[in-house]
C-alpha cells in the first residue's frame, strides 16, 4: 500500500513539474509575442521626413528667437552703459556742491568775520564756484532737484523731519538740508527735506493760554 501511495505521489509530482514548465513556456511565448507588438508599434512611430524637418525647423526657430533676444539684451545694456557710465562719478561729485555750501555757512557764522569785507568777496566767490558747477553739471543732464514750497514726492524726496506749520498744507516742503539731483530720468540723489505739519492740539492750548493770559 504504502509503495502504491508514494508511487501515485511521485506520479503526481511529475505532473506539477510539467505544468509549471508548460506554464513558463507559455509566458516565455507572451513575452516575446509582447516584444514584437512593441517593436511594430515602435517602428509605427517613426517620425517621418516631413516631421523630422518641421522638428529641425522648429528648433533652428527658436534658436534664432534666443539670438535676437541676447542681441537686444546686449544692446540695451551697450546703451545704458554710454547714457549712465558717468553715474558713479556724477554721484561723487555732487560732494563739490555739498562742500561749497558748507564752506558758505560756516563762514557766514563766524563771528569774528561777520559784516567784513573778506566774508562778503568769500561768499560771492564761492557762489560763482557753486554756479558754474551745477552749470557744468547741467550740461551733462544732471539736474537738481527743485523741492521748497512743493508737495513731498518719495520719487525724488525724503523727509527728514516735520515742522509745525500752520500755513501750510501739510507735507508741503519747506526746507531743504541737501540738495538732490536727477541724471536724464534716473534719481542720483534724493533731496533731504523738512516737511510742514499741523500744530499739535497740545501746542495750540499752549497758545491759547498765553493768548488769554497776555489779554488779561
Same mark, same amino acid.
Given at each position: 500500500?504504502?509503495?502504491?501511495?508514494? @508511487?501515485?505521489?511521485?506520479?503526481?509530482?511529475?505532473?506539477?513539474?510539467?505544468?509549471?514548465?508548460?506554464?513558463?513556456?507559455?509566458?516565455?511565448?507572451?513575452?516575446?509575442? @509582447?516584444?514584437?507588438?512593441?517593436?511594430?508599434?515602435?517602428?509605427?512611430?517613426?517620425?517621418?521626413?516631413?516631421?523630422?524637418?518641421?522638428?529641425?525647423?522648429?528648433?533652428?526657430? $527658436?534658436?534664432?528667437?534666443?539670438?535676437?533676444? @541676447?542681441?537686444? $539684451?546686449?544692446?540695451?545694456?551697450?546703451?545704458?552703459?554710454?547714457?549712465?557710465?558717468?553715474?558713479?562719478?556724477?554721484?561723487?561729485?555732487?560732494?563739490?556742491?555739498?562742500?561749497?555750501? $558748507?564752506?558758505?555757512?560756516?563762514?557766514?557764522?563766524?563771528?569774528?568775520?561777520?559784516?567784513?569785507?573778506?566774508?562778503?568777496?568769500?561768499?560771492?566767490?564761492?557762489?560763482?564756484?557753486?554756479?558754474?558747477?551745477?552749470?557744468?553739471?547741467?550740461?551733462?543732464?544732471?539736474?537738481?532737484?527743485?523741492?521748497?514750497?512743493?508737495?513731498?514726492?518719495?520719487?525724488?524726496? @525724503?523727509?527728514?523731519?516735520?515742522?509745525?506749520?500752520?500755513?501750510?498744507?501739510?507735507?508741503?516742503?519747506?526746507?531743504?538740508?541737501?540738495?538732490?539731483?536727477?541724471?536724464?530720468?534716473?534719481?542720483? $540723489?534724493?533731496?533731504?527735506?523738512?516737511?510742514?505739519?499741523?500744530?499739535?492740539?497740545?501746542?495750540?492750548?499752549?497758545?491759547?493760554?498765553?493768548?488769554?493770559?497776555?489779554?488779561?
Amino acid at each position: 500500500m504504502e509503495k502504491e501511495e508514494n @508511487q501515485n505521489s511521485n506520479i503526481e509530482d511529475s505532473h506539477e513539474a510539467e505544468k509549471k514548465t508548460g506554464n513558463l513556456e507559455e509566458n516565455s511565448e507572451s513575452e516575446k509575442e @509582447q516584444d514584437k507588438d512593441q517593436e511594430v508599434k515602435e517602428e509605427a512611430k517613426e517620425i517621418t521626413p516631413e516631421e523630422k524637418i518641421a522638428e529641425l525647423e522648429d528648433k533652428v526657430a $527658436r534658436t534664432f528667437a534666443e539670438m535676437e533676444n @541676447q542681441r537686444r $539684451r546686449f544692446e540695451k545694456e551697450k546703451e545704458e552703459a554710454f547714457e549712465y557710465g558717468g553715474y558713479s562719478f556724477a554721484k561723487e561729485a555732487l560732494n563739490l556742491i555739498d562742500n561749497l555750501e $558748507r564752506s558758505k555757512q560756516i563762514l557766514e557764522t563766524d563771528d569774528k568775520l561777520k559784516g567784513t569785507e573778506a566774508l562778503k568777496k568769500s561768499l560771492e566767490h564761492l557762489d560763482i564756484i557753486k554756479k558754474d558747477s551745477i552749470s557744468i553739471f547741467e550740461k551733462n543732464s544732471i539736474k537738481p532737484i527743485e523741492s521748497l514750497n512743493k508737495k513731498l514726492d518719495p520719487n525724488f524726496h @525724503q523727509a527728514m523731519i516735520e515742522i509745525e506749520d500752520d500755513s501750510k498744507e501739510p507735507g508741503t516742503i519747506i526746507q531743504e538740508i541737501q540738495k538732490g539731483f536727477t541724471i536724464k530720468d534716473r534719481l542720483l $540723489r534724493p533731496s533731504l527735506v523738512g516737511v510742514s505739519k499741523k500744530t499739535s492740539k497740545k501746542e495750540e492750548k499752549t497758545k491759547e493760554n498765553k493768548e488769554n493770559t497776555e489779554d488779561k
